[in-house]
């Protein structure tokens, strides 16, 4: 598996879930960003596991992509000092979530249709971009 070096909580968060259902994970590969971990899996015998968002791009670049059950879920936030914010980064904070919950609905209504995670969240990325 290829994994990033900057996200060691995902990477227990993943070794925890195989784990969990008897898998040994062997990491073959630690690499400094989730392209580099792309390239590794389009280049070479090489897993990964990717944000949804990524998937849509390794779906795209011809990766077989596919849908852990149960979900491994990461979850993040945004993060800003703490007090008022300038409203150019007030505004940022409202766009995120907007930006989000607009995805994650299409999401929701294309696995609705009855396409899995992985088709929903591809055709959520084409109407939604």
């Known amino acids: 598996m290829a994994c990033r070096q ?3 909580n995902e990477n227990d968060a993943v070794r925890t ?3 969990a ?3 040994d994970v062997v990491i073959g590969a630690n690499v400094p960003s989730r392209a580099a971990q792309l390239t590794f899996v389009l280049g070479s015998g090489f897993q990964a ?3 949804l968002r990524m998937c849509a791009t390794a779906w795209d670049a011809g990766a077989c992509v596919v849908e852990t059950d149960p979900l491994i879920q990461s979850p993040f936030g945004v993060v800003h000092r703490s007090g008022a914010l300038a409203p150019a980064a007030q505004q940022f904070v409202n766009d995120v979530r907007i930006a989000l919950r607009g995805w994650f609905d299409a999401i929701a209504a294309h696995r609705a249709e009855g396409l899995d995670l992985v088709e929903a969240v ?3 990325r084409d109407t939604t971009a």
Request: a neutral charge.
């Open 17 to 19: 879930a195989l784990a």
């Open 6 to 8: 900057a996200a060691p």
């Open 49 to 51: 596991f990717l944000p």
């Open 122 to 124: 591809v055709a959520a």
């Open 21 to 23: 259902h008897g898998i």
